[in-house]
């Protein structure tokens, strides 16, 4: 039975994916800041650790306590919309915190394993923000961005080793959380000046268009895992795909 560890599970993307392959029978290590096993159905596949991708002593001590893994999901992160102009280092700084160098520093920390044994598959949940410039989503993008770059020089490094890694690249996701858990980043982020902007933005999101559903994502990150010749970029929801496209 192959397991596999997913970070960022409280919510969306990561909780999905966790249910998807505990209902596929794998060993599933699913990791949150506040862990929270309730919001997943009791499983004896089912482990759920504290992790914060952000803290090194948190990333040694899950990895430790997770033993041996066959798949890492690098998903947890943290969105963010606002103009250049608004965005105060600080905030910046979170951001790539979360979503870049969390995602490097969780794969540094389980390749040693994985090159080891000559096997494992590294998969980074990132972006279709990433295939087209977009506005007030500079710093998000780029911290994704960073992240494709990463994954795709990485995969050069580890097929010496028979390590696969991919990219799965979700669309816009409104029923997910992950827009409502930004706003505490998002104060001040769009200054007067760029009010309009913003307004015909959020005007569009309201009109009805292709989405992602968490559902989709899964699946992308399942065949990812288990599919050897599943391509480096995955696009997952309706509108990735045609994005991609």
């Known amino acids: ?29 699913a990791t949150m800041r506040k ?28 990895v430790a306590a997770a033993g041996q893994i066959d798949v890492l999901v690098n998903n947890a992160g ?32 389980v390749l040693p394993q994985f090159r080891q044994r000559r096997a494992g598959v590294v998969i980074n949940v990132t972006s279709t923000v990433t295939l087209v410039p977009l506005p007030l989503l500079a710093v998000y993008t780029a911290s994704k961005a960073a992240v494709n770059a990463f994954t795709e020089c990485l995969a050069l490094e580890l097929a010496q080793f028979g390590v696969r890694t991919h990219l799965v690249l979700p669309g816009r996701a409104p029923d997910t959380a992950f827009g409502q858990n930004a706003r505490a980043l998002m104060a001040g982020t769009i200054p007067p000046a760029y009010d309009a902007l913003a307004q015909g933005i959020f005007a569009r999101w309201g009109e009805p268009s292709l989405i992602t ?19 480096m970029r995955i696009p997952a929801g309706a509108d990735a795909v045609a994005l991609a496209a």
């Open 78 to 109: 943290i969105g963010l919309l606002g103009a250049v102009e608004g965005t105060g280092m600080d905030v910046a700084r979170q951001v790539f915190e979360a979503n870049t160098f969390g995602t490097f520093a969780m794969t540094q920390a």
């Open 35 to 62: 862990p929270e096993a309730s919001v997943l159905p009791p499983s004896p596949n089912l482990r759920v650790l504290p992790l914060d991708v952000t803290d090194a002593d948190s990333i040694a001590t899950a």
């Open 1 to 29: 039975m192959k397991t596999i560890l997913i970070t960022g599970c409280s919510t969306g993307f990561g909780l999905e994916t966790a249910r998807y392959f505990l209902d596929r029978g794998w060993q599933v290590i």
């Open 213 to 231: 559903t968490a559902v989709e994502v899964a699946e992308g990150v399942w065949r990812a895992a288990t599919d050897a010749a599943a391509p």
